[in-house]
């Protein structure tokens, strides 16, 4: 098993709608969760990261964690075809070093 | 301020040949890492650094890589001898190391093997 799995998708969701992204992890000490944004040829950059359980929201972007059932989601409202790229769930597993899925894919059509 | 830069952005070599990545991190940050990406295993942490002093080179494939931090301000990726399964993209970042761990990421080098 993977320690972070996440579907490499592609997910397609029209203009205006939400996206919804999912990662689980496998280490139950996990303290920290990222989501990087990682455009076609380019380096991952940063939207969010969360350490407790439930919602944290920043402009279009939710992140949610559940501890409990070792899962974290992503929610982008209002999608943007700029928005289509790959998302990267990342997970800190101690002393700074972090474990990146394989990242979905996301295609946001006009 | 300059972001994360790594040097070259594209290599293409033969298989056998020496390689050697470089990257400044951004001033002040205290960790380094080196990634690896490909299509089929995604972003791979390699090796990181704090404050100069390798800590963990767990994901270092074998003894063909080797990685260096002489100083605060520059590191090296050297691979000896290079083999066409090398060929990936290869990440440099930098962190502060506090909670929030936000990595950045340089450009990154384009590594073809041939």
């Known amino acids: 098993q993977k320690e972070v799995e996440q579907n490499s998708g592609p997910l397609s969701v029209p203009e205006g709608a939400i996206a919804s992204l999912n990662c689980t992890y496998s280490?139950?000490?996990?303290?920290?969760f990222f989501w990087y944004r990682q455009y076609s040829g380019k380096s991952p950059e940063l939207i969010m990261f969360?350490?407790?359980?439930g919602d944290k929201e920043d402009g279009r972007f939710t992140a949610q964690l559940n501890k409990a059932s070792q899962y974290v989601s992503l929610l982008i409202r209002d999608s943007q075809p700029s928005d289509s790229a790959t998302y990267l769930c990342?997970?800190?597993?101690?002393?700074?070093?972090?474990?990146f899925g394989t990242g979905t894919r996301l295609l946001v059509s006009p | 301020d300059a972001g994360v830069i790594q040097s070259p952005r594209h290599e293409v070599t033969e298989m056998g040949q020496e390689v050697t990545l470089r990257c400044k991190p951004i001033s002040g940050h205290d960790y380094l890492f080196w990634y690896r990406q490909t299509m089929m295993r995604g972003l791979e942490l390699l090796i990181y650094?704090?404050?100069?002093?390798?800590?963990?080179d767990s994901g270092m494939p074998e003894d063909r890589f080797s990685a260096k931090m002489p100083n605060a301000s520059f590191s090296t990726l050297k691979i000896q001898p290079s083999e066409p399964r090398d060929s990936a993209v290869y990440f440099c970042?930098?962190?502060?190391?506090?909670?929030?761990?936000?990595?950045?990421f340089g450009p990154g080098t384009r590594l073809t093997v041939l």
């Open positions: 650094f704090n404050n100069n002093v390798p800590i963990d």
């Open positions: 970042a930098s962190s502060l190391g506090a909670r929030d761990n936000e990595q950045f």
């Open positions: 969360i350490y407790s359980n």
């Open positions: 990342a997970v800190n597993t101690g002393f700074q070093k972090l474990v």
């Open positions: 280490d139950r000490g996990s303290q920290s």
